[in-house]
């Protein structure tokens, strides 16, 4: 069972490149990796998905080592509005035969931008 | 499109006594999710649905039952509610077509206390 781990918080300051690092070492041939931002009091709200190599859209880029025991998300040039809890996801196809039913979100990491 | 609902938004339980959580989505999504969200811990899956009709368990099934009778409903049942189903529940659907997960799209959440 693929367990994620995450920093509990990072902080940084508007401007500034930032770079949130999960670890799933367990991380199965089928699993994807995917991040979910989430503000206070709302649901989580999805950013990017990725297998393997990079992949990047609008908002972020995901970065993840041939071996995809760990991933990178990186968001370019953070704004205060980019204050939320971010979290990995690790999982796949909900359908499919070798799939237990486990999506593991990791506990969550807790950017703050500084002005 | 209102997205994905959740009914009620707060609950304040007794010990024993029994609800039901409703999801709606107007997206004609195939799969649907039941999360709950306690601090330190991230989101853990607790039932999921592939289609109207079909249900399975996730990671934290216990003490809990749904019923997805009409696609664009996911009911979440607690028969018998115990203090450490304090939490915060949410819903999510998604279309099925990923190749990994899909991108799930929350609901707003529910804010659930029992005494």
């Known amino acids: 069972l693929a367990k994620t781990t995450q920093p509990i918080s990072m902080d940084s300051y508007e401007g500034q490149e930032v770079n949130i690092t999960c670890s799933h070492n367990?991380?199965?041939?089928?699993?994807?990796i995917t991040w979910y931002q989430q503000f206070p009091s709302q649901g989580p709200r999805f950013i990017i998905q990725g297998y393997k190599t990079k992949v990047t859209n609008e908002v972020a880029s995901l970065f993840i080592p041939a071996d995809r025991k760990s991933s990178t998300l990186s968001l370019p040039r953070v704004s205060l509005s980019d204050t939320a809890v971010y979290y990995c996801?690790?999982?796949?196809?909900?359908?499919?035969?070798?799939?237990?039913?486990?999506?593991?979100f990791g506990q969550g990491t807790t950017l703050q931008v500084k002005p | 499109n209102a997205g994905v609902t959740q009914t009620p938004k707060f609950r304040v339980l007794k010990t024993g006594q029994s609800m039901t959580l409703l999801c709606a989505q107007d997206m004609n999504h195939e799969y649907m999710y039941w999360y709950r969200q306690d601090p330190g811990m991230g989101l853990r899956l607790i039932h999921y649905?592939?289609?109207?009709?079909?249900?399975a368990k996730g990671e934290v099934p216990d003490g809990y039952n749904v019923s997805r009778l009409k696609k664009q409903n996911f009911l979440l049942g607690l028969e018998s509610a115990a203090p450490s189903q304090t939490s915060v529940y949410f819903c999510a659907s998604s279309d099925g077509t990923g190749q990994g997960t899909d991108t799930q799209y929350f609901g707003p959440g529910t804010r659930l206390t029992v005494l």
């Open positions: 996801l690790v999982g796949a196809r909900m359908n499919a035969p070798s799939n237990t039913g486990k999506l593991i």
């Open positions: 649905s592939v289609g109207e009709g079909t249900t």
């Open positions: 367990n991380i199965a041939t089928n699993d994807y």
